[in-house]
Nanobody, 124 residues
Framework: QVQLVESGGDSVQAGGSLRLSCAASGYTGGRYCMGWFRQAPGKEREGVAT???????TYADSVKGRFTISKDNAKNTLYLQMNSLKPEDTAMYYCAADGRFRLCSRLTDRYNYWGQGTQVTVSS
């Protein structure tokens, strides 16, 4: 059973930076996709960024050039570096993982394993 635990959420001023971490355990190896998602109050959960086992990444247009997804395989940890934060980035951020698909997607139904979330609040 894969377990994911996020950390790093905080309250920051607009223009600031945060780095989210997601510690993964229980994965048995092979191809996988990992991603960061976010959900603001009253809105649907949306995909922010993904990374596959080869290191290929995808980003939502709203975060391109500001956010960077990366992973440290030795530490089994996924990261999301968020720069130039905006109030509209305020949301609960979730880490997700799945090993079923060859191509990584930012669709929520493509992920079986989810963390509990970490709150990011950006004030203007």
């Amino acid at each position: 059973q894969v377990q994911l635990v996020e950390s790093g959420g905080d309250s920051v001023q607009a223009g600031g930076s945060l780095r989210l971490s997601c510690a993964a355990s229980g994965y048995t190896g092979g191809r996988y996709c990992m991603g960061w998602f976010r959900q603001a109050p009253g809105k649907e959960r949306e995909g922010v960024a993904t990374i596959d086992s080869a290191g290929s990444t995808t980003y939502a247009d709203s975060v391109k050039g500001r956010f960077t997804i990366s992973k440290d395989n030795a530490k089994n940890t996924l990261y999301l570096q968020m720069n130039s934060l905006k109030p509209e980035d305020t949301a609960m951020y979730y880490c997700a993982a799945d090993g079923r698909f060859r191509l990584c997607s930012r669709l929520t139904d493509r992920y079986n394993y989810w963390g509990q979330g970490t709150q990011v609040t950006v004030s203007s």
